[in-house]
């Protein structure tokens, strides 16, 4: 397993939507692990694919942050598709792409989504609280979409100057990150 850098705010793939994989490999396989990786060491609870520079709809959860499934290793989701959702909740919400950044997002506060596993069978699940959260917010990332678009113009007005920052690469990160500043896997410091 390899950590892969991750794509800060302001590098244009978060805003592309991600193309249906269509079929599984086994370099497939080891890319979701790379990612669960990736999104483990980074102290994560969710990762999508175009975070690592990767335009497929790949996204992984980390279902151990849960409770009762505490030690589970990060759950991989090839074309997820949220089928339907119930309930709306707020809750303060980050993402690896813009570091030091939280601020309260409405999500379902239940869902069920359909996805393809590594080997590429068709799973189904309903997903609540806070893993349901994590899972819409990665597809959102899927479709190119991040947190702070479901922000009211205001408050995005008022995180200006700190969105900002980040494009321009001026942040500590202290994961391998992909920025301005921080071409390709360099440490970040
Ligand atoms: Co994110």
New binding site residues.
């Given amino acids: 397993m390899s950590t892969l850098p991750i794509y800060l705010y302001g590098q244009s793939i978060l805003r592309k939507k991600a193309r249906v994989v269509r079929g599984p490999d086994a370099e497939l396989a080891q890319f979701a692990d790379d990612m669960g990786e990736t999104m483990r060491k980074a102290n994560?609870i969710?990762?999508?694919a175009n975070?690592v520079g990767d335009l497929r709809r790949v996204i992984v959860v980390d279902i151990g942050a849960m409770e009762e499934s505490e030690g589970k290793p990060p759950l991989a989701m090839i074309n997820p598709e949220i089928l339907s959702g119930d309930g709306e909740w707020r809750m303060e919400e980050?993402?690896?792409?813009?570091p030091d950044l939280r601020e309260e997002v409405s999500r379902h506060e239940a869902i069920r989504v359909r996805f393809k596993d590594v080997e590429f069978q068709e799973r189904e699940i309903e997903a609540s609280g806070l893993l349901a959260r994590v899972i819409q917010?990665?597809v959102?990332?899927l479709d190119g979409v991040?947190?702070i678009d479901h922000l009211s113009a205001m408050k995005r007005k008022l995180l200006r100057g700190r969105l900002n920052k980040i494009s321009r690469g001026k942040i500590e990160v202290a994961y391998p990150v992909v920025g301005k500043s921080h071409p390709g896997e360099g440490e970040s410091r």
């Fill in positions: 994560g969710g990762l999508a975070q980050g993402c690896l792409s813009i917010h990665e959102d990332h991040l947190f």
